[in-house]
């Protein structure tokens, strides 16, 4: 399995980062703020929260953090992080979640 390195090109990586942002879905991108009065279960939340959730993930993937959507799955299920990200950003998330955990931080593999 290859891992992705960010270019260490400063233009490079901002072209990266617009492609990426180009191909996925654009949505509102306002703020959760998670509370006593949060609802416990995604089929609870709001259609904004469920987006600006989905959002706040997909921006986290593109610089590699998968807490967000592996933080649900780990809480609440598989099936609950397919039905608020959808099955192919969770299948990415946990894909390079597992990629990750064997590099270790001067990027050599384990």
Do not use: K, N, W
């Not at 399995?1 to 490079?12: C, G, L, N, T, W």
């Not at 996925?24 to 306002?30: E, K, W």
């Not at 509370?35 to 989905?54: F, I, K």
């Not at 993937?61 to 780990?74: A, F």
């Amino acid at each position: 399995m290859q891992i992705f390195r960010a270019p260490s090109d400063p233009e490079v990586r901002r072209l990266v980062e617009q492609t990426v942002h180009d191909l996925l879905p654009q949505q509102p991108d306002t703020a959760v703020v998670l509370t006593a009065d949060t609802p416990a279960g995604v089929d609870d939340l709001a259609p904004e929260e469920a987006a600006a959730l989905r959002t706040a993930a997909r921006t986290a993937l593109m610089y590699g953090d998968t807490e967000l959507i592996t933080s649900l799955v780990d809480a609440c299920g598989r099936e609950s992080a397919d039905r608020l990200y959808g099955p192919g950003l969770v299948r990415y998330a946990l894909g390079l979640a597992h990629a990750s955990h064997h590099v270790t931080i001067d990027g050599t593999q384990r």
